[in-house]
């Protein structure tokens, strides 16, 4: 499979709890990006990898928002405490390094569907 | 004001008929420009760049205006299958490099 994967698909939590995505990049992709979607809403960004190094966050990632891309391959996004307001698509995306002067549109995976009850 | 802002619709269109929408962005800086779909509880997809002087992928052309800061799509012969949200999507350039930001959407839904 050569798309990017995201795992799981949908998760149920209790408010409270902590929850723990994971995704898996295209492998020549250097760039990995976590995304938040609501319903009826455009896609927000949340924060974005080169390599191991996080190199953006967004306001929106408050403290109980954690990312992590240890090898440069496969990414992490921890929530801990879940809260109601939570509840969201998780989007990841990758990309290559775009190159001078040009930028590439992003693949994503399918997403993680997170509600908190 | 939102980045990127897009008519919400729903675009309601005849088989077989012509439906155009645009986009606005804020941000003068930005150089890249794209046109995602995203089907029902799907995760967006690359429809389309959009470039300077306007292109054509089959039924669907893109036009950008820098001057008015805005982006276009224009489906012709539309299909049942282009029945979808499509995001305006823009990037801004830099030291902190490809990040895309989405418009919220404009929902089409094309009916027999």
């Known amino acids: 499979d050569t798309g990017v994967s995201q795992d799981p698909r949908h998760k149920i939590t209790k408010r409270g709890q902590n929850v723990t995505f994971r995704c898996d990049p295209i492998s020549e992709h250097n760039r990995l990006y976590w995304y938040r979607q609501t319903l009826g809403q455009g896609p927000e960004f949340l924060t974005y990898?080169?390599?191991?190094?996080?190199?953006?966050k967004s306001r929106l990632l408050s403290d109980r928002f954690s990312a992590e891309r240890p090898k440069g391959s496969f990414s992490t996004l921890e929530i801990q405490r879940t809260e109601q307001g939570d509840s969201a698509m998780y989007l990841c995306a990758s990309s290559p390094v775009p190159g001078q002067g040009s930028s590439y549109g992003y693949t994503f995976g399918s997403g993680t569907r997170l509600t908190v009850v | 004001r939102k980045e990127v802002e897009q008519d919400p619709g729903p675009f309601n269109v005849p088989e077989g008929a012509t439906v155009a929408f645009n986009c606005t962005y804020s941000n003068s800086a930005s150089q890249s420009f794209f046109w995602y779909r995203q089907d029902c509880r799907k995760e967006p997809k690359l429809l389309m760049s959009?470039?300077?002087s306007g292109n054509e992928d089959g039924r669907f052309t893109a036009q950008l205006n820098r001057a008015s800061q805005y982006i276009s799509l224009l489906i012709r012969d539309s299909k049942l299958s282009d029945s979808a949200t499509y995001l305006c999507v823009v990037n801004m350039l830099g030291a902190a490099g490809n990040k895309l930001t989405f418009g919220g959407g404009t929902r089409v839904l094309v009916k027999p």
């Open positions: 990898f080169q390599n191991e190094a996080q190199l953006e």
């Open positions: 959009v470039y300077s």
